[in-house]
Structures are given as C-alpha cells and as structure tokens.
C-alpha cells in the first residue's frame, strides 16, 4: 500500500507491505526501510515501535483534517492514496497553484505530448504512459504552464509517481 504523507507541511511516500510469512509490516518511508511494529491499543491510539523505540500515537479527526499526538506534541496530518481516483479528482479540480500529473498505475513513460514551459489548456494531454500494452495519455487538470517535466522518457513509474507540474 503506498500512501503520500504531509506532517506539518513535509511530504513523505509511505510504502507499506505486510509480510504474510512473519506477520511483520515492512515500511518504506522515502525510499529508506524503517523497521516498525505497530498494535492498535485502543480506538484512534496505535502502539508503535519504531526503530526499537516505544510511542503511542493518537488520531484525532477534526472538520478541518487530521491531527496525530505523539506524546505531547501534536502535529497536522493529511493521508492520501494516490491511486484513489477519488484524490486525483481532488487534486485536479482545484483551481490556484500548481497541480501535479500523477501516474495512474505502474507502467513506462513513452512520450510527452508538450515541453516544459510550454502553455497547456484544461484536459490537453502531457504525457503517455503505457501500461499492461496499453497506452493512456495524461491530461492537465487545468489551463496553465508546463512547469517541469519530472520524469524523462522511457522511465518506468509507479502508481502516483509525479510525471509534470502544471501551474
């Protein structure tokens, strides 16, 4: 399961895997292996220990996202499945500020339909991505700017890698 992770502003990928054989998860947290075991105590408090160090951890739903208490400390949290269409439409109807193409599913980068820095209008394709010999072109959620073009062709992806940076 892969997740993206903001915690007071920074971004993490979170890949989670649990191995069926000892029935330990394995974490991925920015691409660096973090060993954890994790038990739920209670509603909303998760036991963890991570890295052979004991925490308790709390999640409180607010009307305005989450908050996760560590100890004391509380900090602002937003989870989200890239894969989940429902959080790609999310993203993609908002109307200021950058937006992100995001690959859909695992497959290879084939070509990119404009440059950086060129002007794209709303549902235009940037980028073909083959996957499962298919090939599925990426739209730009909006009108804008081709920022950057953050992968490079013939690339292999993953689902919710970013490929471009529409602003």
Request: proline share 4%.
């Amino acid at each position: 399961m892969i997740y993206d992770v903001t915690i007071d502003g920074s971004s993490y990928r979170l890949d989670l895997n649990l191995d069926r054989a000892t029935g330990r998860w394995r974490c991925l947290v920015g691409g660096r292996e973090v060993e954890i075991d994790a038990v739920l105590a209670q509603p909303e408090v998760l036991s963890i220990l991570i890295e052979g160090k004991a925490w308790q951890i709390r999640r409180e739903r607010l009307a305005s996202g989450l908050r996760i208490w560590v100890g004391d400390h509380s900090y602002g949290a937003e989870v989200s499945d890239p894969r989940s269409l429902r959080n790609r439409k999310v993203r993609g109807d908002a109307g200021k500020g950058p937006r992100h193409l995001v690959a859909p599913m695992p497959g290879k980068v084939v070509r990119f339909l404009v440059g950086e820095n060129s002007p794209v209008e709303a549902g235009q394709g940037v980028v073909v991505v083959e996957a499962m010999k298919m090939q599925n072109e990426i739209k730009s959620p909006k009108k804008g700017t081709v920022l950057k073009l953050s992968v490079s062709e013939g690339a292999a992806v993953i689902a919710g890698d970013v490929l471009a940076i529409v602003e």
